[in-house]
């Protein structure tokens, strides 16, 4: 069965003090992993794809890379407003079909000032 | 920038009414989506949309949920009757077109959500 497992369930950090979340993942057929970020009560927000292992994608403070096994999502000295839930997700290869997204339960990331 | 809006943004109903849930993803978009997230767990996929017809379902989509584009912008999901447990954030997404794995974009963008309360 297809999984996605997101560590750790939550993170504080105070301002400026750089840090990784972590997912990794168990799919039949990778076909894209993606990262979002949500704010409470609000969707999922697209950050980052990544589709092979070694590819690596940056934004800002974030920057995310990707193994066989797993993607790190990478923060640089963050600030207060990096504050949310980051959402790991993946696409799996279901033959034909254009596949469905599959979630982690996501990293709650508190930065105090 | 273009983004995917869903409405009512709260709906609340009881047990037993059908509600339908309204979405017009971006305009250039070929795929449709809706997905749900109860408080506190993680986002599940329910159904996916593309030429006018359901491309795949998980087994949380049964007979009391179906989808419809009525017309060349919405996007529906309707609940025929409604159950406590169908209490959740349902979220429509889009993505463009796929012309192939290189350049491919797969990236799903999401709406804001509609948080639906059954009592």
């Known amino acids: 069965e297809d999984q996605v497992t997101q560590s750790p369930e939550a993170l504080r950090l105070q301002e400026g003090e750089s840090s990784s979340l972590n997912c990794s993942y168990t799919?039949?057929?990778?076909?894209?992993l993606f990262w979002y970020r949500q704010d409470p009560g609000k969707g999922p927000e697209f950050l980052f794809t990544l589709y092979s292992a070694g590819e690596e994608k940056e934004k800002e403070r974030l920057k995310a890379t990707l193994t066989k096994k797993e993607s790190f999502l990478h923060i640089t000295a963050p600030k207060p407003e990096d504050s949310a839930t980051y959402l790991c997700?993946?696409?799996?290869?279901?033959?034909?079909?254009?596949?469905?997204?599959?979630f982690g339960k996501g990293t709650k990331l508190s930065v105090k000032p | 920038e273009p983004e995917v809006t869903q409405t009512p943004s709260h709906q609340v109903t009881q047990m037993g009414q059908e509600v339908i849930l309204r979405c017009v993803p971006i305009s250039n978009h070929l795929y449709f989506y809706w997905y749900r997230q109860i408080l506190g767990q993680k986002v599940e996929f329910l159904v996916s949309f593309y030429n006018n017809e359901i491309s795949e379902k998980s087994e949380i989509f049964d007979d009391q949920f179906s989808v419809e584009r009525p017309d060349g912008s919405n996007f529906t999901l309707k609940i025929r009757s409604t159950k406590l447990e169908d209490s959740a954030m349902y979220f429509c997404a889009s993505r463009q077109h796929a012309t192939g794995f290189q350049g491919a974009k797969r990236e799903q963008y999401f709406g804001p959500g509609t948080r639906l309360t059954v009592t």
């Open positions: 799919v039949s057929g990778l076909r894209g």
């Open positions: 997700a993946v696409l799996t290869n279901y033959g034909g079909s254009q596949g469905n997204l599959i």
